[in-house]
């Protein structure tokens, strides 16, 4: 009964690599959020999708290509992996796109490039 | 864009004792949240608060819109309330929340 999954929890991979994280929700909610987490603690969005469409996209490089095939998903495919890139990355999602909602996080994929 | 500031960074307690958490922010917001990142490293909303008071428990938050605060109390601390608490806020309209970067609170036994 989990309300936001993500796969896999831990990645581990070597620098120039390509990986994608997946997100699901079962809540019913519109939007769905990616955001970094870095060593230091810091949270940032990323990304946004209200009903599969791009709401935000914050100055993210790239190599970075959030993808949601339906409302209840989206992922995250990283390309060229970078030492820079290692961090937790969470998943949210919101029932509307207008902010004035609650927000519920994911577990965290923690991802280490070597 | 919208700045956050949370305090203390660093907050040690020992268990029984109740605490006072701050967020200020720069700018009026259409939504505030206050999230307990457990030492798992598990975001848990603790609430949704723009405005107003509110109480969970052992738990309140109040946020003075007006003066662009918002403070969450932690009465009769337990050693499982350690963790850090972000307060992060939107004044976009379009759900882009900005973080504080968190009070780290440790309960001891």
């Known amino acids: 009964d989990t309300a936001v999954s993500q796969t896999p929890k831990y990645l581990v991979t070597q620098m120039g690599n390509d990986k994608s994280i997946k997100c699901e929700q079962n809540?019913?909610?519109?939007?769905m959020y990616w955001y970094k987490q870095d060593s230091k603690k810091f949270l940032k969005i990323m990304f946004s999708?209200?009903?599969?469409?791009?709401?935000i996209n914050e100055t993210v490089p790239n190599r970075f290509s959030p993808k949601s095939p339906d409302k209840a998903h989206l992922n995250l495919h990283i390309n060229s992996l970078e030492l820079g890139d290692s961090a937790v990355y969470f998943c949210a999602s919101s029932p509307r796109a207008t902010g004035t909602d609650t927000q519920y996080f994911g577990p965290g994929t923690r991802l280490t490039v070597l | 864009g919208i700045q956050v500031e949370q305090s203390p960074p660093d907050l040690i307690l020992q268990e029984g004792a109740n605490s006072t958490l701050r967020c200020n922010f720069s700018d009026s917001v259409n939504n505030l949240q206050w999230f307990h990142q457990n030492p798992w490293g598990q975001l848990i909303n603790l609430f949704y608060?723009?405005?107003g008071t509110k109480q969970n428990g052992r738990l309140s938050a109040t946020t003075v819109a007006t003066e662009r605060y918002s403070l969450l109390y932690i009465s009769s601390s337990q050693t499982t309330d350690s963790g850090v608490y972000f307060c992060?806020?939107?004044?976009?309209?379009?759900?882009?929340?900005?973080f504080g970067d968190g009070t780290t609170l440790t309960v001891k036994p």
């Open positions: 999708y209200n009903n599969k469409e791009l709401i």
């Open positions: 608060i723009p405005s």
């Open positions: 809540l019913g909610h519109d939007t």
């Open positions: 992060a806020v939107d004044n976009t309209n379009a759900g882009k929340s900005t």
